[in-house]
């Protein structure tokens, strides 16, 4: 039995990417592509072909997606369009988190968007989307309806649109979804992918796709993208779309090596099939096994014997479903069925053949059709149906009847005629004991008969013209008279129609009509597989040969003895057409002439025409035998009298109608007995019976008038009913039109002030033109204006001298010319004003060095839409060289005030520390006399001999000495100039080094929050230093008990150190000079440690400040930049 082949897709290994790169704007509203033609989104349409690629994912399903954006380069000759499964009341983020992704741009879909190569499109929430003709169509799901499955409609629709071109990927996911959009892919010629299930964070999606079988590979996201820039680059993709590039590269002399070869590992002959389909499916092996040339797969073949039966089942891909095409299951139940059980015996079972089942969907939906149908019925008929396939793999599911998809069964079907079975659904046993399935080549093998019906959807397409020319009339011997054919969508029965009349043109349902001459089928002998006809040594016997039965005998006697003694008869069918002339039927028929016609009336013999007619109509109404006797008739040139018998065959509407001569039936020994009359009398009384046999029958024939007649006049009477009815409404149509005529004069007054109007404006938009025009003429500026597509509009003499262009160039995209300026970035500003609405200007310069100021603005309309933008040039050569002789003196200056701000800072600083000796002198005299003062008193007592508190008086004078060394190097510390190396300090760790050097009093809290991390540049020993300084006058500042709180925390530039003490705190114009040198609020305090440690902060370029309130304690808070470089004086 022939299978229905699939349509193909291609492969190849090391492809050469020969594709010129997509070129492409930042954003998403305007595009720019290959050269070609703009597109409606505003980017250059593609001259080379692409595939598109269609992603569907669930649960899990962008995590998937984002790893394969990740590993696409940045320029793709592909298109990717996700459908994943939203919620339908909730915003998407999809666009905005795949974006970060990857740097292709990423689309929200909306209704009609061009799918353009290096861009991925990604579906709206609660939407079903299609692709036509490249464009993506979006309709809004119905609410409360059924299971959605969006990934199919999409696949789907893209398998029918790209064909080869159609890529499928199915990623993580929780539903059963996108298993019949792979299968259509597939069977249209494209590549099919899974996650495996290792990557996959939910498995239930791409599990059913891989068991399913429509899966060509299962890999990890990453490698799945990888497999896609290997497609995308396929050097063959024309070949995908070009029928006749596919022949170039295919050609018939190199297919007939393949077909040896699959005929030997199959014993299928695919020669006479469509060749078109069989290339494509060579080519898409050869694209998966990366393979270049013909030749290289032909070897390939030959070394690989499992390859020959994967290219047969590439060939024979099945794609099937339930209840496909309903429109033709509802044409089968109201218009099929019911004659099939018209009159039948209910012993006599309905006999049905489904060639090319595939996976018995199709099967079982005949099946359950039937069953319902004869639900209704008075006779309830045994159902047979037939189902064959050549291919073994699919038979043994179709017998197990499990399935992963019913989406397309109804609610009530499902629990009716299906069992769940472990998330699948198992057809019932009784609707699987209605069907037998059966390995079977409808071509090769001998076809069933007798049968009811014949769904034969999708088989004749994929063959040749050869191949059709044989099917046909054995589909036509398989059917009973008035059975019933059953074709595909885009199928017919071609040159056939005297074997079969048209039932239902729209789905292709047909009628056997029956013929005189039935046409010669060609039985084919069982063919023998390729392996036993080798082993086989017997010589085969001739075609057609047949050995002799006894029924063959018995047969041939009956057909002699109908030949000599049966009267001459015809079979005719419901149309008064002569199937079959039996006997010798001249003395009562004869062709008509002109033209050749086998009607019986027309052939009928003067006389015999209006009884033929009578007799041949009450049989059809009767259902039953109609005779008619002692006809006369004028046959060569003699009167003949007949006797003729109607008879109504049980099959096909036909009827048997015998001629008999009366005079062959005259009873024996009558002759004797004949009366002698004269010739004159004799000669009358025949007159007279011939006369009354005549008005007889025409009393008869114009009964059955006056019957017809008054029927005709019921109709009559309904029709006219009828139409007074639609008189009636054609009066009230009237008035309705009468009413539109009044609107109509209405409009046309309006319309005529309306052309007023529009005449006033063309006026008005001519003499705006002509100022516009003026405008751009007069102005020396050169101004270029662009359409939304970026392509020319208008141009002034200035912009045409500058921009090297020509009076034809407009309507040419402004990205296909070569400008004579030198600007990049030029294109990428056009795209960006039109899409963000905000002008844009730059300083660009010409081939010559001028200099230009470039202002690009958006072309808006009168009602608010932006439609293109208006680029100008402004001569700011002068200025600029003004303005780079300006820098060039503005460098000098800022030297010059630099220089003069360092000796400011010198002389300001020797002023501050001119002004300190004075002090410096006051403090250290006190000291110093103290230290005096003890040492005398030290001499005395040790001239009296006497050492108590001798011990006391020198620890005095070392605390004293201290206290001026500490003086003396804080002085130090600050007078001279402050250089920093800076290296990476950990702002955390130095702080916890410096807090381990204290001895803080068990009285004193300390609380630390620091943030690790905090990494800056720093001086490590003079940033120690100053927090040294903060956290001694934080600790002096407090009191027992005293807490002291540290925190440290990262911000956006900055790294923050805050130190918080719990002391008495200090009032607003002592905060004021806390960082003054020497200036100090304790005793023994030197009034340089917070200014040092000012000064370094800021030689850091940092930040300190000092917040305090009196009785709640005080708050320093150092701000220090994060990764600063530069160093510090």
Not at 109 to 134: A, S
Not at 629 to 648: A, C, F, K, Q, W
Not at 880 to 898: T, Y
Not at 1030 to 1049: E, F, H, W, Y
């Amino acid at each position: 039995m022939v299978r229905k082949p699939a349509s193909d897709k291609k492969n190849a290994r090391g492809a050469k990417a020969d594709f010129e790169k997509n070129k492409r704007s930042n954003h998403t509203g305007s595009t720019i592509g290959l050269r070609g033609e703009v597109s409606p989104q505003g980017a250059k349409r593609p001259t080379r072909p692409f595939p598109v690629v269609g992603i569907g994912a669930s649960a899990g399903g962008l995590e998937a997606f984002s790893q394969l954006l990740k590993y696409l380069p940045e320029e793709i000759n592909a298109s990717l369009v996700l459908v994943q499964h939203l919620d339908p009341t909730y915003k998407s983020l999809l666009t905005e988190l795949l974006s970060k992704a990857t740097k292709l741009p990423v689309i929200e879909v909306t209704d009609g968007i061009k799918v353009l190569p290096g861009h991925v499109y990604v579906i709206p929430p609660n939407t079903n989307m299609t692709i036509l003709k490249g464009v993506l169509y979006l309709t809004r799901r119905l609410e409360g309806a059924p299971k959605q499955s969006p990934i199919d409609i999409f696949l789907r629709s893209l398998a029918e649109d790209k064909k080869m071109a159609a890529i499928g990927v199915i990623l993580s996911g929780t539903s059963v979804d996108g298993i019949d959009g792979l299968r259509a892919i597939k069977q249209e010629g494209g590549v099919t992918f899974a996650q495996d299930e290792t990557s996959a964070k939910y498995y239930d999606l791409p599990r059913a796709a891989i068991h399913a079988g429509v899966a060509d590979l299962v890999l990890s996201p990453p490698d799945i993208a990888k497999e896609l820039v290997r497609l995308s680059q396929y050097p063959y993709v024309p070949y995908f779309v070009d029928e006749q590039k596919t022949e170039q590269f295919l050609p018939h002399s190199q297919l007939g090596k393949i077909f040896v070869l699959l005929k030997e590992r199959t014993g299928a002959d695919f020669s006479n099939y469509k060749h078109s389909t069989i290339r494509r499916r060579i080519l898409r092996r050869m694209m998966v096994l990366r393979i270049a040339k013909l030749e290289d797969y032909v070897d390939y073949m030959k070394k690989n014997p499992s390859e020959p039966e994967k290219l047969f089942q590439e060939i024979l891909i099945h794609v099937t479903g339930f209840f496909r095409e309903p429109e033709t299951f509802q044409a089968l139940r109201t218009e099929v069925f019911p004659q099939l059980i018209r009159n039948r015996n209910p012993n006599d079972p309905l006999r049905v053949w489904i060639p090319g089942c595939s996976t018995g969907e199709e099967a079982y939906s005949l099946g359950i059709s039937l069953t319902e149908f004869l639900d209704n019925s008075p006779v309830k008929p045994a159902i047979q149906i037939f189902a064959t396939d050549i291919n073994e793999s699919v038979l043994g599911k179709a017998r197990e009847g499990i399935y992963s998809n019913a989406s397309s069964v109804s609610v009530g079907r499902l629990r009716r005629f299906f069992t769940p079975s472990n998330g699948n659904y198992q057809i019932n046993k009784s609707i699987r004991n209605l069907v037998v399935f059966a390995k079977q080549d409808v071509i090769a093998d001998p076809p069933f008969s007798k049968m009811d019906l014949i769904i034969c959807r999708n088989v004749l397409i994929y063959l040749g013209p050869v191949l059709q020319k044989k099917l046909v009339p054995i589909l036509h011997f398989a059917l009973k008279p008035g059975g019933f054919l059953a074709l595909g969508n885009f199928e017919s029965i071609g040159n056939f129609s005297r074997l079969f009349k048209t039932a239902n043109f729209k789905q292709k349902i047909f009628a056997k009509r029956v013929t005189p001459a039935p046409p010669a089928v060609e039985f084919f002998p069982v063919r023998l597989e390729a392996r036993e006809a080798k082993d086989t040594a017997r010589p085969s016997a001739r075609p057609g040969q047949l050995y002799p039965t006894e029924n063959d005998v018995l047969r041939e006697a009956d057909r002699l003895l109908l030949s000599k003694f049966s009267p001459a008869s015809v079979i005719i069918n419901s149309d008064m057409e002569i199937v079959q002339f039996r006997g010798h039927t001249s003395l009562f028929l004869e062709p008509s002439p002109g033209k050749a016609s086998l009607n019986l009336l027309k052939m009928a013999k003067e006389g015999i025409m209006m009884e033929l007619r009578s007799a041949v109509q009450k049989a059809k109404e009767e259902g039953a035998a109609v005779r008619r006797d002692g006809i006369r008739i004028l046959s060569n040139n003699r009167y003949v009298t007949l006797d003729m018998e109607v008879l109504p065959l049980k099959m096909g509407g036909c009827l048997l109608i015998t001629f008999e001569e009366a005079t062959s039936k005259v009873p024996t020994g009558t002759r004797e007995k004949k009366v002698q009359l004269p010739n004159g009398e004799v000669q009358g009384k025949r007159q007279v019976v011939q006369l009354q046999q005549e008005i007889s029958s025409a009393r008869d024939y114009l009964q059955s008038i006056i019957e017809e007649k008054e029927a005709g006049i019921e109709e009559l009477k309904a029709a006219n009913e009828e139409i007074q009815s639609s008189n009636e409404e054609l009066q009230s149509t009237n008035e309705e039109l009468e009413t539109a005529k009044e609107e109509l004069q209405s409009t046309n007054e309006e319309l005529t002030t309306v052309n007023e109007e529009l005449q006033n404006r063309n006026i008005e938009l001519a003499l705006a033109n002509d100022d516009f025009n003026n405008l751009l003429t007069s102005v020396n500026i050169p101004i270029v204006i662009l359409g939304s597509d970026l392509r020319i509009r208008r141009a002034n003499a200035p912009a045409e001298r500058l921009l090297n262009l020509l009076p034809t160039d407009i309507g040419r995209s402004f990205s296909d010319l070569k400008l004579n300026i030198d600007a990049p970035t030029l294109i990428s500003d056009i795209a960006e004003v039109i899409d963000t609405v905000s002008p844009r200007d730059a300083d660009i310069r010409d081939n010559l060095g001028h200099w230009w100021s470039n202002w690009i603005r958006p072309y808006r309309t009168a009602d608010n839409r932006i439609e293109g933008v208006v680029i100008s040039f402004i001569d700011i050569d002068r200025l600029k060289r003004v303005e780079e002789k300006l820098i060039a003196d503005s460098g000098n200056l800022e030297r010059l005030v630099e220089e003069r701000t360092n000796q400011l800072g010198d002389a300001t600083r020797l002023s501050a520390i001119g002004e300190t000796a004075a002090m410096v002198g006051h403090d250290l005299r006190n000291p110093l006399q103290a230290i005096l003062n003890t040492l005398h008193l030290a001499k005395d007592k040790a001239r009296s001999g006497t050492d108590t508190g001798l011990l006391g008086l020198l620890v005095t004078v070392q605390e004293q000495a201290d206290y001026v060394n500490r003086i003396i190097t804080d002085l130090q510390d600050y007078a001279r100039p402050v250089k920093t190396t800076l290296v990476e300090v950990d702002a955390a760790d130095l702080l916890n080094e410096v807090l381990s050097s204290f001895e803080i009093p068990a009285t004193i809290k300390v609380i630390t929050d620091i943030q690790p991390g905090t990494n800056i540049k720093a001086d490590r020993s003079l940033l120690r230093r100053a927090l040294t300084n903060i956290i001694t006058n934080a600790l002096q500042a407090m009191p027992d008990g005293g807490r002291l709180s540290i925190k440290v925390q990262r911000g956006e530039k900055t790294v923050q150190i805050k130190v918080i003490d719990s002391g008495e705190g200090v009032k607003p114009d002592v905060a004021a000079k806390i960082f003054n040198p020497l200036f100090t609020t304790r005793a023994k305090g030197t009034g340089l440690g917070l200014p040092i440690a000012k000064r370094l902060v800021e030689a850091h370029e940092g930040n300190i400040k000092l917040t305090s309130e009196a009785g709640k304690g005080t708050s320093i808070l150092i701000e220090l930049p994060l990764g600063h470089h530069r160093r510090g004086s």
